[in-house]
């Protein structure tokens, strides 16, 4: 079954703590994607990959980071310095008709 | 900056109702349109996209969409809307952008709710 997994489906932090989110693809996908949505605001683009070992920060980049050590595999780290990481979380890989694949999302609850 | 709105951010049908999710973008040059779905519990998916061609595009579920390139707008629309259509629509933009990249924006998003 191909598709986006993302892993927690929650997650609770303490303020002031680093936290990874996971997000694996077997789409082959060259492209991916994190966004992060809130209600009455959308997505809004975090960081993106075009391809590996490459990415580029999106509208809402700090406080984020990311790798893309492998094709299938995009983690982002919520840092301290994120000044509201309460959200929910949505990562997506995208094909060659630019169409997008969304996984099922981790809600970040930071306390 | 490229930038995607959505007018009406909570519509309330009863069954059998037609259909109608406003959709505007600026963005001067080529664009891909997309519209997307969120059923509650479930993943966004895709509902339909337009690339080129035909202005009228037709997605799953009856729905459909009309690009109208003077107005910068992808409305969608559907004829008769049934209480499995309650979900939440992103309407979606994919452009140029620096660097040689694609970007695609997203709208706010309509929450539909159908009543039965």
């Known amino acids: 079954d191909g598709g986006i997994t993302q892993s927690p489906k929650y997650l609770f932090r303490k303020e002031g703590q680093n936290v990874t989110l996971s997000c694996e693809q077997n789409?082959?996908?060259?492209?991916m994607y994190w966004y992060r949505q809130d209600p009455g605001q959308g997505l809004r683009l975090i960081y993106y990959?075009?391809?590996?070992?490459?990415?580029q920060k999106g509208d809402i980049a700090e406080g984020y980071s990311v790798s893309r050590e492998k094709k299938e595999s995009f983690p982002l780290t919520v840092t301290s310095a994120q000044k509201n990481p309460t959200a929910f979380y949505l990562c997506?890989?995208?094909?060659?008709?630019?169409?997008?694949?969304f996984g099922p999302g981790t809600r970040l609850t930071v306390t | 900056a490229q930038s995607v709105s959505q007018h009406n951010h909570h519509v309330i049908l009863s069954e059998a109702a037609s259909l109608e999710l406003g959709c505007n973008y600026s963005?001067?040059?080529?664009?891909?349109l997309f519209w997307y779905v969120q059923y509650p519990g479930q993943h966004l998916q895709l509902l339909l996209k337009?690339?080129?061609?035909?202005?009228l595009v037709k997605g799953i579920k009856g729905f459909e969409a009309e690009f109208i390139k003077s107005k910068f707008s992808f409305n969608l629309r559907k004829p008769s809307v049934q209480w499995s259509d309650t979900a939440e629509y992103f309407c979606?933009?994919?452009?140029?952008?620096?660097?040689?990249?694609?970007?695609?924006?997203f709208g706010t998003g309509t929450k539909l709710q159908v009543i039965p």
């Open positions: 997506a890989s995208r094909d060659s008709a630019y169409e997008q694949y």
């Open positions: 979606a933009v994919n452009a140029p952008w620096a660097g040689g990249y694609q970007k695609v924006t």
């Open positions: 337009y690339f080129s061609g035909d202005p």
């Open positions: 990959s075009q391809i590996v070992n490459d990415f």
């Open positions: 789409l082959n996908h060259d492209a």
């Open positions: 963005y001067g040059g080529t664009v891909n």
